[in-house]
Each structure stands twice: as structure tokens, then as C-alpha cells.
């Protein structure tokens, strides 16, 4: 049976997406060991990924609370099946937890989760670590036979290194992000929107939002203030990269990816896709900051020089992609379940599958 499923999941879907969920459950397991400090024999984390026969590799470890946060995994099959498996396998994958509420790496956590919201997640040693562990497997294999896994925090770091990749036309095609978070700031303004029962309503503040957004960007792109954008050929570069996105709607974390990418269609029927086109390149909160900075810079040019000199340092948001393979689990969960990684592997699951291209 274990060489049935092994085979398998490299042409099947949904053994893909259970293996690469498994092999994400496997790092926090892994980290939950270290706290415990249970060892060879005691240890509860290789049986998440030795059913599937692969070898750790190495842990990937923070550098500053020494928590195991990803891991490396390498594919090594049984001799019997060698030939038949291993031309259509990665040869590595290389997976990243989510958050832990566990007292040795919550703190350490947090701070990531905030360096998140402040988009500034590509300055942090953690996601230098895994982006040097992501190059060195590409470098030594090839994009192809390298895959990519992630879940919450673990599925933006993975985001992150797809698009860095993806950017030197390096497009890591195995990209499995389990519910990878969106902009909270725009998750929390369309869990107001949800809330209106009128469908036009909705509608129409959803399409005057994607007006506004791209109104502000030919704005301060006229203004020559490029700090805040992200060029239309940089975002056309990263479409044919296709990472693999699983949401739940019952998720405020992620469950704006189907938001994002629906009302990206609706655009185009309606004849409006040339302003979204804009708009789905730039974050509304990203551009309302640098317009304000940019307006009291006017005012208070000594004080706030350094300010706004250090918006062009910084990345574009991280949770705008252009293309993706989204699929959606209607499965009916609670809040709690719904932002969970064993959802991915369960039986029986009501999922909803479809691509989405950039034009």
C-alpha cells in the first residue's frame, strides 16, 4: 500500500496535495519534538514523512530562537520502484510550518506574523535562510524536481521565494501554499463588505475600491513617486508562474485569494478589466500610506524625509500574484478548522478547483 500511494501522488492531484500537507504537518511535529526534547525512537515527526519514503535531509532552523521552522526532505523510493517513480517525483521538497502556539516559539512567531502585515517579511532571517535552502536545491537539480510547501506563515515565506524565483524566470511550478494569509487589511474591510446583504451593493463598492486603487497608482506613478508600485512588466513577469493555493472560506486569514481572484474576472465581463488590470498589481493600503506620507512630507519635509526613503526599500506586497491554481474547501468548518493543515490530507472533501491566468 505504501508504494501504491507513493506513485500515486506524483499523477494524482489530490495524493500531491495530501503529501505535500503531511510533509508540512511533519515540521511542526518536528518542532514540537524539540521543545519536548524527544529523540530517535521517542520522536512523533518521521513517520510524516517516511510513510511517503522520504528522508529529512536537514531541519531548517532560525537563527535567532533556534526553532525548527522548514525543513528539507529528499525523495528516496524503494529500490523495486526506483525507475518507475522517480522520473515523475521531486527529488526534493522543502517545506515550512505555520505558526505554533507553543510557549518556545511563539514569541519569535509573532514578530514574523508582524513583520507580515508590515510587508517587510523578505528582511528577516528566516526567510533568507529558506530562500538560500530553495536556491541551493534549484541550483543543484532544477526547478522541476524541487517542490515548494507551506501553510500560514510557512505558506507566505514559500510565496515569497516562488515569486523571488519567478522573477529570474525560475518558475517553481510545485508550489503547494495552504492557506497563505492575504492583506488583513483588506480581509478585514471585505468581511464589512460580506456583511451587506445587497448583492449590487457589494458589488459596486468592490468595483469603486479597484477604481480608487488604480485611480491613486496613475497618481503617484505621474508624480514619479515609484516606491509604492509594482511596474506592470514585473507583475506580467511572475504570470507564468502557476503556485498552488488551498483556501477555505471559512478562513478570514486566506479566504480573500477567491475574493481577489473573482472579482478580477467579474472585471473583465463587465468591460472594465483595463482599470483592474491596475488595480490587482497594487495594494489600496500600500498606496493610501505613500500618498499620505507623501502629503506630509509637503508639510514636514526635515521630519519625515527618512520615512518615506525607506518605502523604497521595501518589497511589493507579497500576496499579489498574478496567476494561480486556487482551489477552494467548502467543506463546512468553524473558524478554528478552517485555517488548519489536516483539512488538506482528510477524505471526503468538498473541494472546487480553478485557474486563474493573468491577461
Sequence with gaps: MVVEVTVLCRTNEDHQRSV?????QGVSVMERDRQAER???????????????FELLR???????????????????????YNDSIEQSPRYVIAFRGTLK????????????????LNKLHQTSRFNIG??????????VGASKVWLAGHSL????????GKTMAKTRIFLQYSFLFNPPFDPFVSFVSFLIEKIKNKNWKDGIRIARSVITAALALALK???????????DSFAALSPWLPRLFVNPADPICSEYFCYFEHREKMEEIGAGCIEKIATQHSFRRLLKILLKSLLKSLLKSL??????????????????????????????????AHGIRQWWGPDLDLHSKCYRYP
Design 304 to 337: 519625515l524625509k527618512s520615512a518615506v526613503g525607506k518605502d523604497k526599500e521595501a518589497a511589493e506586497p507579497f500576496h499579489l500574484i498574478p496567476s494561480a491554481n486556487l482551489t477552494v474547501n467548502k467543506t463546512p468548518k468553524d473558524c478554528k478548522n
Design 154 to 161: 510557512g505558506a507566505a515565506i514559500a510565496m515569497l521565494a
Design 20 to 24: 505535500a500537507a503531511c510533509l508540512v
Design 59 to 81: 531541519p531548517l532552523v532560525d537563527d535567532a530562537d533556534r526553532s525548527i521552522f522548514g525543513a528539507i526532505y529528499e525523495y528516496k523510493p524503494p529500490t523495486s520502484d
Design 131 to 140: 530562500m538560500q535552502a530553495v536556491q541551493d536545491r534549484v541550483n543543484a
Design 222 to 232: 505621474a508624480k514619479n513617486q515609484n516606491q509604492g508600485n509594482v511596474s506592470e
Design 102 to 117: 507553543k510557549k518556545g516559539t511563539f514569541e519569535r512567531d509573532w514578530q514574523l506574523n508582524w513583520h507580515l502585515f
Design 39 to 53: 529523540e530517535d525512537s521517542q520522536a512523533l515527526a518521521p513517520p510524516w514523512w517516511k510513510f511517503f519514503h
